[in-house]
């Protein structure tokens, strides 16, 4: 169905592919990282999916009896109890866990139903939305959308920066300004003033590093699964009456439905990834050098 509505519209397989890692932006960006520009596909599926995960939590809260509960209720625990097992083992300050365990709560149901729309058939949302673009007066052509905030590099290093933002703020409540200054010149080779520069090196070294993996593995993740679901697509709508166009539809749905089963534990494991390593750099603000 993708490649003969691709043909149909005179794309080629390339052009198929770039069109759906094309994001429905505010402006035409001026360069490579213009950050005058905003995703606006990214913005409205984070923010709506975000709204719908604290929906959901607070509809299990709500219902949440005392007696045996049902399976919804018996999920959300099994979950919540996972999470706070997980930052008690890392984060060793009680009054810290008061925020930072619902936020890991939080980082993961978000990020699960993030990564989640990529189980979404490829050309179901684009469909859609360039319909409503051509019936509103737009060229459905140039009808732009992806649904997979994840696989955009702007939402992962936002969210890890904000995890760096946190950071931040608990190395100065738990050790102090001075003491956190003091933390970046004399760790990790010690204190001593001939070593301060390298030990600040390092230091940014390590903040800058942390971020930028946190952020780009997720997104390398998420980006190579939307990929492979896009040639997947191409895969069978390149369906022929041929012998070898049955054995691409055949391959396509082997193939697909292979895939989207793989891919349920990738979104569930990138989605615990990042919300561990959240906790692990949280619990190391509080940490002492």
């Known amino acids: ?3 003969e509505n691709a043909a149909e519209h005179g794309q080629t397989a390339g052009e198929y592919i770039v069109h759906h890692l094309t994001h429905l932006q505010s402006s035409k960006p001026n360069g490579v990282a213009d950050f005058s520009v905003f995703n606006l596909d990214s913005l409205f599926f984070s923010i709506a999916l975000g709204v719908l995960g604290c929906w959901v939590l607070w509809l299990a809260a709500r219902k949440a009896t005392s007696g045996v509960p049902g399976r919804f209720q018996a999920a959300v625990e099994i979950l919540i109890e996972v999470v706070d097992q997980q930052a008690k083992g890392i984060v060793h300050n009680a009054q810290s866990r008061k925020f930072v365990a619902p936020l890991a709560l939080t980082i993961f149901v978000w990020i699960f139903m993030l990564n989640a729309m990529d189980l979404f058939p490829v050309d179901l949302f684009p469909a859609i939305w360039a319909q409503l673009f051509g019936a509103a007066g737009g060229d459905p052509h140039h009808a732009y959308l992806r649904v997979v905030p994840t696989a955009d590099l702007s ?6 920066l904000s995890v760096l933002l946190i950071c931040l703020y608990y190395n100065i409540k738990i050790k102090g300004l001075g003491g956190w200054v003091h933390e970046l010149f004399t760790a990790p080779f010690g204190n001593h003033w001939a ?6 090196a390092m230091q940014l070294i ?8 946190h952020g780009m593995r997720l ?22 009456l041929s012998a070898t166009g049955v054995f691409l539809a055949l391959g396509h749905i082997v193939a ?15 989605a615990f990834v990042f919300m561990m390593l959240a906790l692990v750099y949280v619990g190391q603000a509080h940490d002492h050098h």
């Open 1 to 3: 169905m993708a490649a």
């Open 256 to 270: 697909g439905t292979a895939w989207a089963i793989f891919h349920i534990l990738i979104i569930t494991l990138q």
């Open 155 to 160: 939402v992962t290093m936002g969210l890890s």
């Open 219 to 240: 997104f390398g993740n998420m980006y190579a699964g939307e990929l492979i679901f896009l040639l997947i697509a191409l895969m069978g709508g390149a369906w022929t």
């Open 195 to 200: 070593l301060y520069p390298f030990n600040f």
């Open 206 to 213: 390590e903040f800058i590093a942390k971020t930028v993996s």
